[in-house]
């Protein structure tokens, strides 16, 4: 069975849709919970971002 990322890689994304058109529908609650549960801090400092510079132009 191919994966996404194999699918993407190759170019076959309509075979990779055929393939997976009988996969069960996934659980929306789950999906959902997962997404608005905030993001755990990992314990790494993150760098701020750059600063832009006046522009020549």
Request: no cysteine; net charge negative.
């Amino acid at each position: 069975m191919t994966n996404l990322k194999q699918a993407r890689n190759k170019g076959k994304i309509e075979a990779f849709i055929k393939e997976h058109e009988a996969d069960p529908d996934g659980d929306l609650d789950k999906l959902d919970a997962l997404i608005k549960r905030p993001v755990q801090e990992s314990g790494k400092a993150t760098h701020p971002a750059s600063s832009q510079d006046a522009s020549d132009d």
